[in-house]
T-cell receptor, first 113, second 115 residues
Framework: AQSVTQLGSHVSVSEGALVLLRCNYS??????LFWYVQYPNQGLQLLLK??????LVKGINGFEAELKKSETSFHLTKPSAHMSDAAEYFC???????????FGAGTRLFVKA | EAGVTQFPSHSVIEKGQTVTLRCDPI?????LYWYRRVMGKEIKFLLH????????ESGMPNNRFLAERTGGTYSTLKVQPAELEDSGVYFC?????????????FGSGTQLSVL
């Protein structure tokens, strides 16, 4: 069965530092891949998605993710963290033709002033 | 345009009681999903409606959970009787076409605490 692993339940960075949130998926054939963000007291919102076009995907708020098939990874990065990036981030996959989205356990990002 | 709305935002009940959660998807979205997140763990799929029909209910934990979507609009998820392990955040999401590459629109969730 498809699975998603997010390394690190908590990540803390200083404002202005690089953000790197890790995600690995289990399938050898890249399905559709997503990063969602949840701000406090809100629902999950889509940050970006990979849908078999370019392997480097740009999303909202300066985030991007790169699909590396050899590593089955889809890590999320942002060059410079902002205080407003503090939230919980979820990596998710969906197989071609499937309706079920499989989520990772989430990574909570803390941004220090 | 209104987003996905869930009610209530919080519910605290005792073991053995019944609770009904409601989800109003975005208007025009035929696809409605229920997910659950138990404390600190992954968000797990419960079931998927296309209009009023259950497309996939493979994630429903047991027969104490009943989901309905009468008329293909809002959906309810009833837990009867509730057990301690049912505690968690229940999310509802909707999408228009149900395509695999389509993003989901989420509600802010219902935090259910069973004491």
């Amino acid at each position: 069965a498809q699975s998603v692993t997010q390394l690190g339940s908590h990540v803390s960075v200083s404002e202005g530092a690089l953000v790197l949130l890790r995600c690995n998926y289990s399938s050898s054939v890249p399905p559709y891949l997503f990063w969602y963000v949840q701000y406090p007291n809100q629902g999950l919102q889509l940050l970006l998605k990979y849908t078999s076009a370019a392997t480097l995907v740009k999303g909202i708020n300066g985030f991007e993710a790169e699909l590396k098939k050899s590593e089955t990874s889809f890590h999320l990065t942002k060059p410079s963290a902002h205080m407003s990036d503090a939230a919980e981030y979820f990596c998710a996959v969906r197989n071609t033709g499937g309706f079920k989205t499989i989520f990772g356990a989430g990574t909570r990002l803390f941004v220090k002033a | 345009e209104a987003g996905v709305t869930q009610f209530p935002s919080h519910s605290v009940i005792e073991k053995g009681q019944t609770v009904t959660l409601r989800c109003d998807p975005i208007s025009g979205h035929d696809n409605l999903y229920w997910y659950r997140r138990v404390m600190g763990k992954e968000i797990k799929f419960l079931l998927h409606f296309v209009k009023e029909s259950k497309q996939d209910e493979s994630g429903m934990p047991n027969n104490r959970f009943l989901a309905e979507r009468t008329g293909g609009t809002y959906s309810t998820l009833k837990v009867q009787p509730a057990e301690l392990e049912d505690s968690g955040v229940y999310f509802c999401a909707s999408s228009q076409r149900g395509a695999a590459n389509e993003k989901l629109f989420f509600g802010s969730g219902t935090q259910l605490s069973v004491l």
